[in-house]
């Protein structure tokens, strides 16, 4: 007991600077990773009222609570701040950040300067969109199709775009960071072979965000210069092409998409190891399995224009590598499956999170070979089958990892431990609320609902009020945690440097970490996740 | 099919093999799921921590396993890939023989052309059993046709055309959508298709105004505009004739040959400089902002007629 007396007053990273001064200032990776986690957790929660606010619309064929261009301009704030102000930002910059240089043993990241740097272009860059999303608003959806965008939105297309392009920045920085930090800084013997998975789907990750962010910033560019100057790139009225813009964006946007995914992949393998005692099953394969997935998840954007004037001989090879990239998650989710063969299974909070992710991410990633399948996305293109499928994924799975990895770190972020039993209880109501809120939308999307109306057909109704009720409960789901964490940095228990009796040299270093990380940079000399069969 | 309240109805000759394509991926991704599922729940249960379970030498990788597992997942993946391109190509090659309509989508509405004249708007009559092909193209922004109980959709581009083909098995009416996200009233842009009994059909074509056929409207239009002054043998201008052009292949002076399609023709009208035929001086004006895309369609209609092709006619002439 009396090392736990000693933690409490032993200076860390949170009790060395109570400041503001210390923190807006702060080159600490895990002081960076706790201000961009603030930060998402405000823009998750601007996002997730415009869902609810949609949802409400929804209840009803008709519209009663918002009028089709506020409907509109929802939609787009949802997508907007959603994807580039929470998911791309989510595990990466918080967890990926707080943990990477603990993961390999190091003192910081490569560029803690350029870190920072990248916090304040994120933060200019959300607060101006978001400004710009409440005061003007965009109607364009967050997919800026063209000339829509270009030639006939009235609102604030330029402005939101501007936005959006100076985040890029700030993901670029960070990627750049994540790569050079896990080349160059690894502890001495921690071989690529050693590396926690979470480092090799944080690496693919970072890969996509230098190679796919210019691109976007490109395209986005674009459609400025054509609104802006009538120079004609995408409206076929000054000449252009607008089944260009959809290549552009989705070469940017698709493998966007394994941004949001590939960390959470990362963050499960943890769990699942920590709390089975296991080695995960298939090392090797779970960490190519990564990389394949960034590479292959170059190659596919072209599945998002199988009905929008792309050869059918383009859309044949498109499906066919669309089909390829399902395989070697396919791979990873077998490989989690067998972990836990003679494992020793603990069900705390996070593995409810992660058991919960595989169980999503299986469902999102099949349903993603249906609308790989050209037949069938032939019908079910820009329904509600689309919706289902990608928040099965992105909001399903990453957002489950997201909250894993918070809970399974929260004693190392913190100091604290949560509530075990608060804990279970959000996890198990976000599971059920998630699913009642994205399963109908699967039928609603068969059944022929397009997305982005606010008004529909009379029998669309049922399961579009199944689907707002299943969102009530998700909303109710999403604040528990927030709640019950804010309330366990007063009065959670203290935490030992390893509570979960995990392997990972972030264990092996005080909760909360010293400034510096580690004492003294540890020697590694095992593969990651060595556990003796005795210790369970 | 099964006749669910949650299922959409059949109502084209291609919705039956979408929806066995379906039902064969539904039963693949029950079978993985359950795999998964199962597999949880028994370690779950067997390997809690505090039971004592046998967990000695537990297993760390295995290629053979994996590979194993890689294979059979790339033997069902062609499998389904293959299955879904099949019915995906069907549904990209219209038969031979069809009712041709010309479609053209505008916020907020759709507007349809018939061979004989026939307009209409959000509405679309069409006979059941025999195959009609839609060409499409939008005067703004990318709209999106999409009619559920067909199974089939497409996206209706500016400045581009697009088809769709479909052949109805049922009488009724059945909703048209707009799938692609168009501006303020995108929902609004919804209307029906309206499948009648063959006889019906004719009684209903026959009972609209209209009287001139779309070959007909662009002869006139052709001689309006002052494109019969150069474009016909003899004029005072060498431009190329345009009789026997349509589905030709034509020289350009770039050295390229293009097929004479409608696009090529559409984008010749508004853009002639763009691909000047071989042997020709570039002097043909622009007709961009002179012409709707509902007169370059009659306008198309005629140039096609000149090559012997009665293109959209009625269902019942002998076209090739």
């Known amino acids: 007991m009396s090392t736990i007396a000693l933690d409490r007053y032993r200076q860390n990273y949170l009790n060395i600077s109570y400041t503001a001064k210390s923190w807006l200032l702060s080159t600490d990776h895990k002081r960076i990773g706790i201000l961009y986690m603030i930060s998402i957790t405000l823009f998750f929660f601007l996002g997730g009222i415009a869902a609810v606010l949609f949802r409400l619309e929804l209840l009803t064929p008709q519209a009663d609570l918002v009028k089709a261009e506020t409907y509109n301009k929802l939609f787009t704030l949802h997508g907007v701040i959603m994807v580039w102000f929470f998911l791309i930002p989510s595990i990466p910059s918080v967890l990926g950040n707080f943990l990477i240089p603990l993961m390999i043993g190091a003192r910081e990241v490569a560029f803690p300067r350029l870190n920072l740097v990248g916090w304040y272009l994120f933060m200019l860059g959300g607060l101006f969109t978001f400004v710009v999303l409440i005061t003007g608003g965009v109607d364009t959806g967050w997919t800026f199709y063209t000339p829509y965008s270009s030639s006939f939105s009235n609102s604030a297309v330029v402005a939101t775009i501007f936005g959006v392009f100076i985040t890029g920045f700030s993901s670029i920085f960070t990627g750049l960071n994540f790569i050079v930090t896990i080349h160059k800084l690894r502890a001495p013997g921690m071989k690529w072979s050693r590396l926690p998975l979470f480092i090799w789907s944080h690496y693919a990750t970072s890969l996509i965000l230098v190679l796919a962010t210019p691109v976007l910033a490109i395209t986005l560019g674009l459609i400025a210069i054509e609104r802006v100057f009538g120079v004609g790139i995408f409206d076929p009225a000054l000449g252009g092409d607008p089944v260009l813009f959809e290549h552009f964006f989705w070469f940017y946007s698709h493998p966007a998409v394994y941004i949001m995914i590939l960390p959470g992949m990362g963050v499960t393998s943890e769990i699942i190891a920590a709390f089975t005692r296991r080695r995960i099953f298939g090392y090797t394969f779970v960490a190519m399995a990564s990389l394949a997935i960034a590479i292959i998840g170059f190659l596919v954007w072209g599945h998002h224009i199988f009905v929008g004037g792309q050869s059918a001989y383009a859309s044949a090879v498109f499906s066919g590598l669309s089909y390829m990239v399902a395989i070697p998650s396919a791979v990873k989710v077998f490989n989690w499956t067998a972990t836990l063969y003679k494992g020793s299974i603990s069900f705390d909070t996070p593995m409810l999170y992660a058991l919960g992710f595989i169980w999503l991410f299986t469902i999102g990633g099949l349903t993603g070979l249906f609308v790989a399948s050209l037949a069938i996305d032939v019908h079910v293109h820009d329904t509600y089958f689309v919706i289902a499928h990608f928040h099965y994924i992105m909001v399903g799975a990453s957002v489950m990892a997201y909250l894993g990895g918070i809970h399974y770190w929260w004693p190392k972020l913190s100091g604290r431990m949560y509530p075990e039993g608060w804990g279970r209880a959000a996890a198990l109501l976000i599971f059920f609320g998630f699913n009642l809120t994205f399963f109908p939308q699967f039928l609603l999307g068969y059944m022929g609902m397009p997305r982005r109306y606010h008004v529909y057909a009379e029998e669309f109704q049922v399961l579009n009020v199944m689907s707002t009720a299943g969102a009530s409960i998700l909303a109710v789901g999403y604040l528990l945690p927030l709640a019950y964490l804010l309330w366990s940095l007063r009065t959670g228990s203290i935490a030992i440097p390893s509570p979960w009796g995990a392997s990972g040299l972030e264990w092996q270093t005080g909760s909360p970490p010293p400034m510096e990380n580690f004492e003294e940079i540890p020697i590694v000399t095992e593969e990651a996740y060595t556990y003796r069969p005795e210790s369970s | ?320």
Not at chain 2, 61 to 70: N, V, Y
């Open chain 2, 1 to 320: 099919m099964v006749d669910l309240p949650i299922f959409p109805i059949e109502a084209s000759t291609i919705a039956i093999h979408v929806d066995l394509l379906l039902t064969g991926l539904v039963a693949i991704s029950t079978v993985f799921t359950l795999i998964v599922l199962v597999l949880m729940v028994y370690f779950g249960l067997k390997y809690r921590r505090g039971k004592t379970a046998d967990r000695s030498n537990p297993p760390l990788a295995s290629t053979k396993i994996e590979l194993a597992w890689i294979f059979g997942l790339i033997l069902l993946s062609v499998g389904a890939y293959t299955w879904a391109t099949v019915i995906f190509f069907n549904m990209n090659r219209p038969p031979e023989e069809t009712i041709d309509i010309s479609v053209v989508g505008l916020q907020w509405m759709w507007k349809f052309q018939h061979a004989d004249g026939q307009r209409e708007i959000n509405e679309l009559h069409v006979p059941v059993g025999y195959p009609v092909r839609l060409v499409m193209t939008s005067q703004d922004v990318i709209h999106s046709f999409f009619v559920p109980a067909f199974r089939l959709k497409n996206d209706v581009i500016p400045g581009r055309y697009t088809e769709l083909w479909f052949e109805a098995t049922k009488t009724g009416e059945f909703h048209l959508f707009c799938a692609e996200y168009c501006g303020t009233n995108h929902a609004e842009m919804i209307g029906k298709i309206i499948v009648m009994d063959p006889r019906a059909y004719q009684e209903w074509l026959g009972g609209q105004p209209g009287g001139v056929s779309m070959v007909q409207a662009g002869e006139e239009l052709f001689t309006e505009l002052g494109c019969s002054s150069c474009h016909v043998a003899g004029a005072g201008v060498r431009a190329p004739t345009l009789a026997g052009m349509f589905g030709s292949e034509v020289r350009l002076a770039s050295g390229e040959t293009v097929v004479a399609d409608e696009a090529y023709i559409r984008e010749s009208i508004l853009f002639p400089q763009e691909k000047i035929v071989t042997g020709y001086d570039p002097i043909m004006p622009s007709y961009q902002g002179r012409v709707s895309e509902e007169q370059i369609m009659q306008l198309i209609a005629y140039i096609r007629s000149l090559s012997g092709e009665t293109g959209p006619e009625g269902g019942e002439d002998e076209n090739q």
